[in-house]
């Protein structure tokens, strides 16, 4: 899996931040307590946890700089010979969703999604927390 570009809103001090990502070597740099943990934080639960996670892992999430609104993220990787994208809204109730998008073609949502994600990932599931 190579991962292209990360968008996320509302996710701890990340209000609206949209990275591309080299294809040749990308490095995250910048001062302590800047984002830069939160940022790939962000990402492996855009891809590894399923959007109705609640509890104190939503609460973690949570924006921590004033008042925001719900956690999202979008995550562009190629995996399994196609690019695909991932977009969760982390509501922490059964009204959170997800959607992935593969080569531009129609999107996948709900339980489909979850399952083709965990399959284009190589693991069994995504995780409840």
């Known amino acids: 899996m190579k991962i292209h570009a990360v968008k996320v809103s509302n996710y701890r001090i990340h209000r609206n931040l949209d990275v591309r ?5 990308t490095l995250l740099a910048g001062p302590n307590e800047s ?3 939160t940022l790939v934080e962000a990402m492996h639960m855009g891809l590894y946890l399923r ?3 609640a509890g104190e892992t939503r609460k973690s999430m949570l924006d921590t700089i004033g008042p925001g609104g719900v956690p999202e993220v979008e995550v562009e990787f ?3 010979g196609g690019r695909h ?6 509501t922490g109730t059964t009204n959170a969703s997800i959607s992935l998008q593969t080569d531009g073609g129609r999107p996948l949502t709900g339980a489909q999604a979850e399952a ?3 399959d284009l990932l190589g693991i069994q599931s995504l995780a409840t927390a």
């Open 21 to 25: 990502f080299d294809d040749q070597l």
């Open 78 to 80: 190629s995996a399994k």
């Open 35 to 37: 984002g830069k943990s």
């Open 116 to 118: 083709r994600l965990a």
């Open 51 to 53: 959007p109705s996670a």
């Open 85 to 90: 994208v991932v977009r969760k809204v982390f």
